[in-house]
């Protein structure tokens, strides 16, 4: 298949949103998640294939470029953390992990697929995660700062190594309404306070970055690469009371 996409976090919310629009656009999907079950639900609504796996164990990258297939128009990186605690809570185990599943994970996705990538008969492209909280200093963050952070280097890093043939560009989202932020919506209550953080006075839903990401995938986003791009309602850049 000439535009077969692997999309690591396919079965959570950006990952699955993302994939659902890809499908309608006529795209092959492979999807890579950590609960087979859940995974070979949303794989088989959507006619794609699957690799269940951890990120955090090397071995699964190989395995999944391996069954996406030897040739991909794409490939997108939505598997994240957030842990949030004080520097002094902080251990050394939650830095690394989030490292790992953040940045190291996204990096050796790259790497196992970029066979496949490179095979491709137009330019490929690569979608990484980072965050509102690497553009923009929040306290809690530092393990979620650093990793994502970390991310946007990987990004100008890989844009640059693998031009012309690879496009590579991340996404830093603030709050989206997805599994991964339930515990900070845990109140409607909270979900009104954090939504009133944003000048755009709602959080972002998984369709807002889905479309994104597939814009991003598209022959349409041929000359962006490099890039960190926002999606926050305004959470990084804007204040609307003084
Ligand atoms: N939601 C937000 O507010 C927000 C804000 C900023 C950045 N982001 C970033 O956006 C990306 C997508 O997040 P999301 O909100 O869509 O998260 P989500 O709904 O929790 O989905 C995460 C996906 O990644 C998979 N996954 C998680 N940990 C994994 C691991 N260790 N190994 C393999 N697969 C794993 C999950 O599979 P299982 O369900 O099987 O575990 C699921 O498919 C992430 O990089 C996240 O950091 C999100």
New binding site residues.
């Given amino acids: 298949m000439q535009n077969k996409v692997i999309i ?8 699955f949103a993302t994939a659902k629009i890809l499908q309608g656009r006529g795209y092959d999907l492979h999807l ?4 087979e079950d ?2 070979a639900a949303c794989a088989a609504e959507l006619g794609a294939s699957f690799t269940a ?4 164990d090397v071995g699964l990258f190989a395995r999944a470029a391996q069954e996406a297939g030897d040739t991909l128009a794409g490939l997108v990186y ?5 842990n949030l605690r004080s520097l002094q809570r902080l251990t050394e185990a939650d830095f690394l992990d989030d490292f790992r ?2 940045a190291l994970g996204a990096a050796l996705a790259v790497q196992a697929s970029l066979p496949a990538l490179k095979r491709s008969t137009g330019v490929a492209a690569v979608v990484l ?1 980072s ?2 909280a690497a553009q923009q200093g929040f306290s809690l963050h530092a393990s979620m700062g650093m990793a994502k952070g970390a991310v946007s280097g990987l990004t100008l890093s890989l844009a640059a190594e693998l031009a012309p043939k690879v496009r590579v560009n991340a996404i830093a ?4 309404r ?4 339930e515990r900070m919506l845990a109140s409607e209550q909270m979900a009104t306070a954090m939504a009133g953080l944003h000048a755009m006075q709602r959080l972002g839903v ?1 369709d807002d970055v889905a479309a994104l990401t597939a814009f991003l995938l598209s022959e349409d986003a041929g000359w962006i690469t490099g890039q960190t791009i926002s999606i926050d309602g305004g959470r990084s850049t804007l204040r609307t009371k003084s």
């Fill in positions: 690591y976090g396919g079965s959570g919310g950006i990952g890579v998640g950590r609960n859940k995974l796996g951890d990120v955090t939505a598997v994240g953390t957030i599943v953040n995660f965050s509102v989202p603030s709050i989206i997805t599994p991964l932020a998984a």
